[in-house]
């Protein structure tokens, strides 16, 4: 039994931060990549920032990139997606993904096995 949860999801203000946490648990936790995807109302769900557990690269979205950052806390099975800089196009629920390495493309949602059931985040003017 595979699973991962997701929190620290909320509501903020623009210009604001939030973290969120994934845990996984049920499998080997190193050696794997893990990654957020969002889905905002009325768009596809798209890859915002992945990395392999084990060491190695890190990816985001272009939108992403000088805002939101990885990290991990091997002890504690965790990734987090610090936020900061929130505006509204942010908005949507997040999903935290996992799968074996060897992946076609991390931003590809067919790519992934595994999914917790999302944590939402509502950025506000």
């Known amino acids: 039994q595979v699973q991962l949860v997701e929190s620290g999801g909320g509501s903020v203000q623009a210009g604001g931060s939030l973290r969120l946490s994934c845990a996984a648990s049920?499998?080997?936790?190193?050696?794997?990549?893990m990654a957020w995807f969002r889905q905002a109302p009325g768009k596809e769900r798209e890859g915002v920032a992945a990395?392999?557990?084990?060491?190695?690269?890190?990816y985001y979205t272009d939108s992403a990139k000088g805002r939101f950052t990885l990290s991990q806390d091997n002890a504690k099975h965790t990734v987090y997606l610090q936020m900061n800089s929130l505006n509204p196009e942010d908005t949507g629920m997040y999903y935290c993904?996992?799968?074996?390495?060897?992946?076609?493309?991390?931003?590809?949602?067919?790519?992934?096995?595994?999914w917790g059931q999302g944590t939402q985040v509502t950025v506000s003017s």
């Open positions: 993904a996992a799968e074996r390495l060897g992946l076609r493309g991390w931003n590809d949602p067919s790519e992934y096995r595994y």
């Open positions: 049920g499998y080997t936790y190193s050696g794997i990549c």
């Open positions: 990395m392999a557990t084990g060491g190695g690269p890190t």
